[in-house]
């Protein structure tokens, strides 16, 4: 993780005054309606420098911490959360088995992990992905990776898209 990466994050127009940036999150959030209630604390894991699941989450009365490496190290403020976030940022891990036992740790159990990724489109697919183009995704990840994630920490998936959104319940 560098100053370059860093500044390339800061050229996006991301944040919760961008509607269509709000739209398009919501798509990790939405499939969580009928699980949300006030009580709840929520983290935004690699939340970048414009926080915006929190602004979302402030319609259902539930609390957000916002994590980020780059812009918000000290973000995360609880040692458990009932949700997580991980929205277009998993991408990004450079080492993902430290960055995902970090999550799971933090998940309460019962918690919700909603993760927001594009899916690896097959090796046949590859070279026209405009997803690896970009300099910043280290890491990918597709159906197979997730259902792996899921036998691996023992997660129930309770929502995907097949395409970009999967949600997992902790035990």
Not at 93 to 110: G, Y
């Amino acid at each position: 993780m560098g100053k370059g990466e860093k500044d390339h994050y800061l050229k996006h127009k991301n944040g919760p005054q961008f509607p269509g940036y709000v739209s398009f999150l919501k798509q990790a959030v939405n499939p969580l309606l009928s699980y949300l209630q006030p009580s709840m604390k929520a983290l935004d894991f690699g939340c970048g420098p414009g926080p915006t699941i929190d602004s979302i989450l402030q319609e259902y009365k539930i609390s957000c911490d916002n994590y980020d490496p780059f812009f918000f190290q000290d973000g995360i403020k609880s040692s458990e959360y009932d949700l997580i976030f991980a929205t277009e940022c998993i991408e990004h891990f450079h080492f993902p088995k430290n960055d995902f036992d970090k999550i799971f740790n933090l998940l309460k159990p019962q918690g919700f992990l909603s993760i927001m990724t594009e899916l690896h489109p097959g090796l046949d697919k590859v070279s026209d992905w405009y997803y690896i183009k970009d300099p910043t995704h280290t890491t990918f990840f597709s159906n197979k990776t997730m259902k792996w994630l899921s036998e691996k920490f023992l997660l129930k998936t309770i929502y995907t898209d097949e395409k970009r959104v999967i949600i997992f319940q902790k035990p």
